[in-house]
Protein backbone atom coordinates (compact mmCIF):
# COMPACT_ATOMS: atom_id res chain seq x y z
CA UNK A 1 0.00 0.00 0.00
CA UNK A 2 1.35 3.33 -1.01
CA UNK A 3 1.98 5.76 1.80
CA UNK A 4 -0.61 9.07 2.05
CA UNK A 5 1.50 12.43 2.47
CA UNK A 6 0.13 15.40 3.20
CA UNK A 7 0.02 18.01 0.57
CA UNK A 8 -1.19 21.45 0.30
CA UNK A 9 -2.71 23.36 -2.63
CA UNK A 10 -3.94 26.58 -3.14
CA UNK A 11 -6.52 27.09 -6.06
CA UNK A 12 -5.60 30.56 -8.01
CA UNK A 13 -8.71 32.47 -9.15
CA UNK A 14 -8.90 35.21 -12.03
CA UNK A 15 -11.09 38.29 -11.32
CA UNK A 16 -11.46 40.83 -13.86
CA UNK A 17 -13.85 43.31 -12.47
CA UNK A 18 -12.55 43.84 -8.78
CA UNK A 19 -15.68 46.22 -8.52
CA UNK A 20 -17.93 43.22 -8.34
CA UNK A 21 -15.60 40.74 -6.71
CA UNK A 22 -16.47 37.84 -9.00
CA UNK A 23 -13.71 35.21 -9.50
CA UNK A 24 -13.85 32.38 -11.68
CA UNK A 25 -11.11 29.50 -10.75
CA UNK A 26 -8.32 28.99 -13.71
CA UNK A 27 -5.92 26.77 -12.20
CA UNK A 28 -4.68 25.14 -9.14
CA UNK A 29 -0.86 24.85 -7.19
CA UNK A 30 0.05 21.68 -5.20
CA UNK A 31 2.98 21.29 -3.37
CA UNK A 32 4.72 18.22 -1.08
CA UNK A 33 6.23 20.53 1.69
CA UNK A 34 8.28 17.31 2.64
CA UNK A 35 10.28 17.06 -0.71
CA UNK A 36 10.11 20.54 -1.80
CA UNK A 37 8.04 19.97 -4.70
CA UNK A 38 5.95 22.78 -6.32
CA UNK A 39 3.45 21.94 -9.67
CA UNK A 40 1.20 24.70 -11.28
CA UNK A 41 -1.79 23.47 -13.71
CA UNK A 42 -3.38 25.82 -15.45
CA UNK A 43 -5.97 26.88 -18.14
CA UNK A 44 -5.45 25.60 -21.21
CA UNK A 45 -7.68 24.58 -23.72
CA UNK A 46 -9.44 26.32 -25.96
CA UNK A 47 -12.91 24.82 -24.06
CA UNK A 48 -11.54 26.06 -21.03
CA UNK A 49 -10.89 29.65 -22.35
CA UNK A 50 -13.94 29.96 -23.85
CA UNK A 51 -15.54 29.15 -20.29
CA UNK A 52 -14.11 32.26 -19.00
CA UNK A 53 -15.30 34.44 -21.81
CA UNK A 54 -18.47 32.82 -20.99
CA UNK A 55 -18.50 34.32 -17.39
CA UNK A 56 -16.26 37.62 -18.23
CA UNK A 57 -16.93 38.49 -21.79
CA UNK A 58 -13.89 41.24 -21.00
CA UNK A 59 -11.79 38.49 -19.56
CA UNK A 60 -7.67 39.30 -20.88
CA UNK A 61 -7.46 36.28 -23.04
CA UNK A 62 -3.57 37.23 -23.45
CA UNK A 63 -2.83 37.43 -20.07
CA UNK A 64 -4.62 33.91 -19.46
CA UNK A 65 -2.99 32.46 -22.53
CA UNK A 66 0.69 33.67 -21.14
CA UNK A 67 0.21 32.35 -17.67
CA UNK A 68 1.18 28.56 -18.35
CA UNK A 69 4.46 29.42 -20.01
CA UNK A 70 4.91 32.23 -16.96
CA UNK A 71 4.14 29.78 -14.10
CA UNK A 72 6.70 27.37 -15.80
CA UNK A 73 9.50 30.32 -16.04
CA UNK A 74 8.83 30.96 -12.42
CA UNK A 75 9.17 27.77 -10.96
CA UNK A 76 12.15 26.83 -12.35
CA UNK A 77 14.21 30.39 -11.90
CA UNK A 78 13.05 29.32 -7.98
CA UNK A 79 13.49 25.46 -7.84
CA UNK A 80 9.88 24.68 -7.00
CA UNK A 81 10.05 26.19 -3.77
CA UNK A 82 7.51 27.09 -1.55
CA UNK A 83 9.46 30.44 -1.62
CA UNK A 84 7.89 30.92 -4.99
CA UNK A 85 4.37 30.74 -3.49
CA UNK A 86 5.17 33.78 -1.72
CA UNK A 87 6.83 35.52 -4.15
CA UNK A 88 3.78 34.90 -6.77
CA UNK A 89 1.01 36.61 -4.23
CA UNK A 90 3.42 39.45 -3.61
CA UNK A 91 3.92 40.03 -7.37
CA UNK A 92 0.48 38.87 -9.00
CA UNK A 93 -1.88 41.39 -10.30
CA UNK A 94 -4.73 42.83 -8.29
CA UNK A 95 -6.99 40.29 -10.73
CA UNK A 96 -4.92 37.18 -10.23
CA UNK A 97 -5.48 35.48 -6.72
CA UNK A 98 -4.32 32.62 -4.82
CA UNK A 99 -7.45 30.81 -2.74
CA UNK A 100 -6.25 29.94 1.09
CA UNK A 101 -3.81 26.91 1.66
CA UNK A 102 -5.66 23.96 2.21
CA UNK A 103 -3.82 20.12 2.98
CA UNK A 104 -5.00 16.76 1.48
CA UNK A 105 -3.90 13.77 2.09
CA UNK A 106 -2.43 11.62 -1.39
CA UNK A 107 -0.77 8.98 -2.37
CA UNK A 108 0.21 10.12 -5.82
CA UNK A 109 1.03 13.54 -6.75
CA UNK A 110 0.67 13.90 -9.99
CA UNK A 111 -2.51 12.11 -9.44
CA UNK A 112 -3.83 14.34 -6.89
CA UNK A 113 -2.68 17.24 -9.30
CA UNK A 114 -5.57 15.53 -11.94
CA UNK A 115 -8.08 15.36 -9.25
CA UNK A 116 -8.05 18.82 -7.99
CA UNK A 117 -7.57 20.06 -11.29
CA UNK A 118 -11.26 18.18 -12.33
CA UNK A 119 -13.00 19.13 -9.43
CA UNK A 120 -12.16 23.01 -9.01
CA UNK A 121 -11.03 23.90 -12.37
CA UNK A 122 -12.19 21.64 -15.14
CA UNK A 123 -15.13 22.82 -17.61
CA UNK A 124 -17.72 20.90 -15.93
CA UNK A 125 -19.53 18.12 -17.11
CA UNK A 126 -22.47 18.51 -19.17
CA UNK A 127 -25.94 17.15 -18.01
CA UNK A 128 -28.28 15.89 -20.18
CA UNK A 129 -32.02 13.88 -18.55
CA UNK A 130 -30.52 14.64 -14.90
CA UNK A 131 -27.48 11.83 -16.02
CA UNK A 132 -23.73 13.67 -16.19
CA UNK A 133 -21.82 13.21 -19.46
CA UNK A 134 -18.26 13.45 -19.70
CA UNK A 135 -17.41 15.91 -22.38
CA UNK A 136 -14.63 14.53 -24.61
CA UNK A 137 -11.85 17.30 -24.31
CA UNK A 138 -8.47 16.61 -24.49
CA UNK A 139 -8.08 16.89 -20.76
CA UNK A 140 -10.50 14.61 -20.16
CA UNK A 141 -8.84 11.69 -22.57
CA UNK A 142 -5.34 13.09 -20.75
CA UNK A 143 -6.93 12.11 -17.37
CA UNK A 144 -8.21 8.14 -18.51
CA UNK A 145 -4.39 8.29 -19.77
CA UNK A 146 -2.72 9.21 -16.62
CA UNK A 147 -4.95 6.41 -14.91
CA UNK A 148 -4.33 3.94 -17.25
CA UNK A 149 -0.26 4.70 -17.67
CA UNK A 150 -0.16 4.73 -13.78
CA UNK A 151 -1.52 1.42 -13.92
CA UNK A 152 1.18 -0.51 -16.03
CA UNK A 153 3.61 1.84 -14.28
CA UNK A 154 4.87 3.66 -17.08
CA UNK A 155 3.78 7.28 -16.08
CA UNK A 156 6.54 7.88 -13.92
CA UNK A 157 8.96 6.74 -17.07
CA UNK A 158 7.45 9.49 -19.38
CA UNK A 159 8.37 13.46 -19.61
CA UNK A 160 5.01 15.94 -19.18
CA UNK A 161 4.21 18.63 -20.48
CA UNK A 162 6.57 18.75 -22.61
CA UNK A 163 7.19 22.90 -24.27
CA UNK A 164 6.37 22.62 -27.90
CA UNK A 165 8.43 25.89 -28.58
CA UNK A 166 12.02 24.16 -28.18
CA UNK A 167 11.25 22.53 -31.18
CA UNK A 168 8.67 25.49 -33.17
CA UNK A 169 9.19 29.01 -32.09
CA UNK A 170 9.46 30.97 -28.99
CA UNK A 171 6.36 31.46 -27.52
CA UNK A 172 3.94 28.66 -28.65
CA UNK A 173 1.96 27.72 -26.17
CA UNK A 174 1.30 24.16 -27.16
CA UNK A 175 2.36 21.59 -24.68
CA UNK A 176 3.35 17.83 -25.77
CA UNK A 177 1.20 15.37 -23.01
CA UNK A 178 4.10 12.22 -22.88
CA UNK A 179 7.60 12.13 -24.19
CA UNK A 180 9.45 8.92 -23.56
CA UNK A 181 12.73 7.53 -24.57
CA UNK A 182 14.03 3.76 -25.70
CA UNK A 183 16.72 1.91 -27.61
CA UNK A 184 17.86 5.65 -28.95
CA UNK A 185 14.38 6.36 -30.20
CA UNK A 186 12.14 9.54 -29.00
CA UNK A 187 8.65 8.99 -28.68
CA UNK A 188 5.61 11.44 -28.16
CA UNK A 189 1.79 11.31 -27.04
CA UNK A 190 -0.69 13.73 -27.25
CA UNK A 191 -4.57 13.43 -26.27
CA UNK A 192 -6.48 14.81 -29.64
CA UNK A 193 -9.81 15.13 -29.54
CA UNK A 194 -11.90 14.24 -32.47
CA UNK A 195 -15.36 15.98 -32.16
CA UNK A 196 -13.92 19.18 -30.25
CA UNK A 197 -11.43 21.33 -32.40
CA UNK A 198 -10.35 19.48 -35.90
CA UNK A 199 -8.10 22.27 -36.36
CA UNK A 200 -5.91 21.49 -33.80
CA UNK A 201 -5.05 18.46 -36.03
CA UNK A 202 -2.77 21.09 -38.30
CA UNK A 203 -0.89 22.07 -34.73
CA UNK A 204 -0.14 19.00 -33.99
CA UNK A 205 1.15 18.04 -37.53
CA UNK A 206 2.89 21.26 -37.74
CA UNK A 207 4.88 20.40 -34.37
CA UNK A 208 5.37 17.07 -35.55
CA UNK A 209 6.86 18.26 -38.28
CA UNK A 210 9.13 20.95 -36.49
CA UNK A 211 10.63 17.89 -34.54
CA UNK A 212 11.42 15.74 -36.57
CA UNK A 213 13.24 18.09 -38.97
CA UNK A 214 15.02 19.12 -35.24
CA UNK A 215 15.63 15.25 -34.84
CA UNK A 216 17.40 15.11 -38.42
CA UNK A 217 20.00 17.61 -37.33
CA UNK A 218 23.63 16.02 -36.80
CA UNK A 219 23.85 14.38 -33.32
CA UNK A 220 20.17 14.03 -32.55
CA UNK A 221 18.18 10.67 -32.36
CA UNK A 222 16.62 10.57 -35.71
CA UNK A 223 12.98 9.03 -36.35
CA UNK A 224 11.11 10.49 -33.36
CA UNK A 225 7.29 8.25 -33.25
CA UNK A 226 4.23 10.60 -32.80
CA UNK A 227 1.08 8.82 -31.67
CA UNK A 228 -2.52 10.75 -30.78
CA UNK A 229 -4.86 9.19 -28.56
CA UNK A 230 -8.93 9.93 -29.67
CA UNK A 231 -11.65 9.51 -27.74
CA UNK A 232 -12.92 7.45 -30.42
CA UNK A 233 -12.42 5.97 -33.67
CA UNK A 234 -12.50 8.07 -36.74
CA UNK A 235 -15.44 7.28 -38.34
CA UNK A 236 -15.23 6.62 -42.43
CA UNK A 237 -18.49 8.50 -43.13
CA UNK A 238 -17.18 11.54 -41.16
CA UNK A 239 -15.11 14.40 -43.44
CA UNK A 240 -13.45 16.40 -40.62
CA UNK A 241 -12.54 12.83 -39.14
CA UNK A 242 -11.17 11.77 -42.38
CA UNK A 243 -9.36 14.97 -42.69
CA UNK A 244 -7.70 14.48 -39.32
CA UNK A 245 -6.86 10.70 -40.52
CA UNK A 246 -5.19 11.99 -43.85
CA UNK A 247 -3.31 14.66 -42.48
CA UNK A 248 -2.12 12.34 -40.01
CA UNK A 249 -1.19 9.82 -42.35
CA UNK A 250 0.99 12.37 -43.93
CA UNK A 251 2.44 12.90 -40.98
CA UNK A 252 3.41 9.58 -39.60
CA UNK A 253 1.22 10.08 -36.64
CA UNK A 254 -0.40 7.47 -35.03
CA UNK A 255 -4.05 7.07 -34.14
CA UNK A 256 -4.88 4.83 -31.33
CA UNK A 257 -8.39 5.00 -29.90
CA UNK A 258 -9.09 5.20 -26.15
CA UNK A 259 -10.34 2.10 -26.22
CA UNK A 260 -7.10 0.27 -27.43
CA UNK A 261 -5.09 2.50 -24.97
CA UNK A 262 -4.72 0.29 -22.34
CA UNK A 263 -3.55 -2.42 -25.49
CA UNK A 264 -0.87 -0.26 -25.90
CA UNK A 265 -0.06 0.75 -22.68
CA UNK A 266 1.07 -2.47 -22.48
CA UNK A 267 3.11 -2.44 -25.29
CA UNK A 268 4.86 0.73 -24.73
CA UNK A 269 5.72 -0.52 -20.91
CA UNK A 270 7.39 -3.27 -22.70
CA UNK A 271 9.75 -1.41 -24.85
CA UNK A 272 10.24 1.21 -21.56
CA UNK A 273 11.76 -1.93 -19.50
Request: net charge positive; aromatic share 8%.
Amino acid sequence: MLERNTLTYRVLRYTPNLIRDEWVNIGIVLEDPQKQRVRARLIEESSELARVRRLHPSADENLLRALPSEFDTQLAATGASAAWIEKMEQTLSNTLQFSPRKAVLAEDFEAELDRLYRDHVAVPPRQSRGAAILESTRAWIRTRLNDIFRRHRILAKMEKNVKAEQFTQPGDPLRIDYAYRYNGTRGYLQAFSLGRDPAQAKVLAYTAECIRARHARPGEQANPEFTAITEATPERENPRHQFIVRLFDEQKIAMVPLAQAEIFADRLRARLQ
